[in-house]
Nanobody, 111 residues
């Protein structure tokens, strides 16, 4: 599976960004992970092809994951961004027990 992510950038605290990631073909679970400098990679959110979503506690109520199965694309709407959300965000696909990763996209939350 090839994954291509778009949408990172610089945003002020309290602002919003939308990430998107297209997969080369349909997969069961797609999601987003992030890695801040000096920290391990962590789950942000995942969503199944049936629409069941799972979120890290740190982003619940602020981030929304969605997907368009007709386009094999997953989206991450990030609202009320905080400096602690600064990280490289990685798109992930899980299919038949195999994890696939896209290149990361940098999100910087700073005034």
């Amino acid at each position: 599976v090839q994954l291509q992510a778009f949408g990172g950038g610089l945003v002020q605290p309290g602002g919003s960004l939308r990430l998107s990631c297209a997969a080369s073909f349909s997969v069961v679970v797609m999601g987003w992970y992030r890695q801040a400098p000096g920290k391990p990679r962590e789950l942000v959110a995942t969503i199944t092809n049936g629409g069941s979503a799972n979120y890290a506690d740190s982003v619940k109520g602020r981030f929304t994951i969605s997907r368009d199965n007709t386009k094999n694309t997953v989206y991450l709407q990030m609202n009320s961004l905080k400096p602690d959300d600064t990280a490289v965000y990685y798109c992930n696909a899980l299919d038949w027990g195999v994890n696939y990763w896209g290149k990361g996209t940098l999100v910087t939350v700073s005034s």
